[in-house]
């Protein structure tokens, strides 16, 4: 019930900033994940007033975000399910709370020159994929793999989610990055940081909250990890947390 209200809530915000798109039908080349991401593409898109208004709930507070970081592969089925089915709607609803970091390698083991993964050679791409996505577009990479793990073939569809998400970079770049130096290099920093986990990753996926493992939190994470993310979260709890919508401060001209 506390996930659907939260839903419902977050879906009810973005339909009037669609709505009143729709309405005005302006000229805009970003998609709606993007619309509030600046006050320039915000004035563009003609929803800088349902912006202003979204981002007045955001949670007024010094304290960090919660560092939740994945290590997984692009193709396990179980990584599949937890980043599509928790992770990426936690963090669409608590984003404000929580920073996702993406380690996308998992089991594989580097071999001279060369990587061996769990689930063959086409995960070795996806992972490379991903890794090169991450670092191309960091600021929409996790909408895209979101994307490219939430479809019938990971690999298919890397090309139209990167084209969905970011109209800017050309698939070139993330293709030549995933067969060349740049991609190595990048599956070997995550080579690193999965190897030198502690404790030692026996599984993915394998979650962290803050640099930390633990089994109760893991357990929590894989039944319910936006209550999860809302228990660790030291700071003033947001409204998707309490299920209690803030109300905005308002100035009116009183008719007299």
């Known amino acids: 019930m506390e996930v659907l209200f939260c839903w419902t809530l977050l879906l009810s915000l973005l339909c009037g900033i669609c709505r009143s798109r729709a309405s005005h039908k302006p000229s805009c080349g970003y998609p709606p994940s993007q619309w509030c991401r600046s006050l320039e593409i915000a004035i563009e898109c003609?929803?800088?007033?349902?912006?202003?208004?979204?981002?007045?709930?955001?949670?007024?507070s010094d304290v960090p975000a919660l560092e939740v970081t994945l290590y997984y592969e692009s193709l396990c089925p179980g990584c599949r399910a937890f980043l599509t089915e928790q992770l990426f709607p936690t963090w669409t609803m608590l984003?404000?709370?929580?920073?996702?970091?993406?380690v996308p390698y998992g089991n594989a083991e580097e071999r001279q020159n060369s990587v061996i993964c769990q689930h063959g050679e086409n995960e070795c791409l996806g992972n490379m994929l991903e890794s090169c996505i991450i670092h191309a577009v960091d600021h929409v990479a996790f909408q895209i793999i979101y994307?490219?793990?939430?479809?019938?073939?990971v690999l298919k569809a890397a090309q139209l989610c990167l084209q969905l998400y970011a109209p800017s970079v050309r698939w070139e770049t993330i293709s030549?990055?995933?067969?060349?130096?740049v991609g190595r290099s990048l599956m070997h920093k995550n080579a690193v940081k999965t190897r030198f986990l502690e404790p030692a990753h026996t599984h993915v996926p394998w979650v962290?909250?803050?640099?930390?493992?633990?089994?109760?939190?893991?357990?929590?994470?894989?039944?319910s990890l936006f209550s999860l993310v809302?228990?660790?979260?030291?700071?003033?709890?947001?409204?998707?947390?309490?299920?209690?919508?803030?109300?905005?401060?308002?100035?009116?001209?009183?008719?007299?």
């Open 46 to 60: 003609e929803v800088q007033k349902q912006c202003l208004e979204l981002n007045s709930t955001k949670p007024n």
């Open 176 to 181: 030549s990055c995933a067969t060349g130096a």
């Open 95 to 102: 984003k404000d709370i929580m920073k996702v970091h993406l």
């Open 230 to 256: 809302c228990s660790l979260y030291k700071g003033a709890q947001p409204p998707a947390c309490t299920g209690v919508q803030k109300k905005l401060d308002r100035s009116f001209c009183l008719r007299l």
């Open 147 to 153: 994307c490219m793990e939430s479809s019938s073939d």
């Open 208 to 223: 962290t909250f803050n640099g930390e493992y633990r089994d109760d939190w893991e357990d929590g994470a894989m039944s």
